[in-house]
């Protein structure tokens, strides 16, 4: 009964490859996220979904494409992958996309999919 | 930008010791702050929220914070740790930015406690 799922939780691969992450949330939120932790443990936001349509998009390389399938699947997509892409990766969710309509905006995370690239 | 300030990226206590984790938060507005722990190698928990319901705000796992607006901060105490707290502790806001939620987080503060 996983609230926010993720896989892998780990993935390492070569540079120039092209890889997948998945999440899945049973919570019924409508609103899942993607965040990235680097080496130091600074989590920054990437993108936000809500219902499946994008709503925030952070400077990110155009090589990260997010893609949500149905309101409860959030992957990420990454093409040509670089050595600074080596990250952990946090799903997250929401109940709603903005504060107000349901709580403070609290978000659920995920186990985090630690991709190492060589 | 809204931004937040953790102060002190490790914190060492004795077990049974008042634990203080710093929070300094930059806002033009009083926003939602949050305080999140991380186990190693596990994803964030929410420990606590401040909703502007009340100043002083009661989490999980004995932890609790104090919304101060003259000061802007939001500081973590625990009156006495476990060894069990050893984890990483990041504060966050909610920036209101384009009115969707978006967490900014603190760099994070390593707690360590020894017996």
């Known amino acids: 009964d996983t609230a926010v799922s993720q896989t892998p939780k780990y993935l390492v691969t070569q540079m120039g490859n092209d890889k997948s992450i998945k999440c899945e949330q049973n919570?019924?939120?409508?609103?899942m996220y993607w965040y990235k932790q680097d080496s130091k443990k600074f989590l920054k936001i990437m993108f936000s979904?809500?219902?499946?349509?994008?709503?925030i998009n952070e400077t990110v390389p155009n090589r990260f494409s997010p893609k949500s399938p149905d309101k409860a699947h959030l992957n990420l997509h990454i093409n040509s992958l670089e050595l600074g892409d080596s990250a952990v990766y946090f799903c997250?969710?929401?109940?709603?996309?903005?504060?107000?309509?349901?709580?403070?905006?609290?978000?659920?995370f995920g186990p985090g999919t630690r991709l190492t690239v060589l | 930008a809204q931004s937040v300030t953790q102060l002190g990226s490790h914190v060492s206590v004795s077990e049974g010791a008042l634990v203080l984790l710093r929070c300094n938060y930059s806002?033009?507005?009083?926003?939602?702050l949050f305080w999140y722990v991380q186990y190693p190698n596990q994803g964030l928990q929410l420990l606590l929220k401040?909703?502007?319901?009340?100043?002083l705000v009661k989490g999980i796992n004995g932890f609790e914070a104090e919304f101060k607006k003259s000061e802007t901060s939001f500081h973590l105490t625990k009156p006495s740790a476990h060894m069990s707290d050893a984890a990483e502790y990041f504060c966050?806001?909610?920036?209101?930015?384009?009115?969707?939620?978006?967490?900014?987080f603190g760099a994070g503060t390593r707690l360590a406690v020894h017996p």
């Open positions: 997250a969710s929401s109940q709603a996309p903005t504060f107000g309509l349901a709580g403070a905006g609290e978000q659920f």
């Open positions: 919570l019924g939120h409508d609103t």
């Open positions: 979904y809500n219902n499946k349509e994008l709503i």
């Open positions: 806002s033009s507005v009083p926003p939602y």
């Open positions: 401040y909703t502007s319901a009340a100043t």
């Open positions: 966050a806001v909610n920036p209101f930015s384009g009115g969707y939620n978006k967490l900014i």
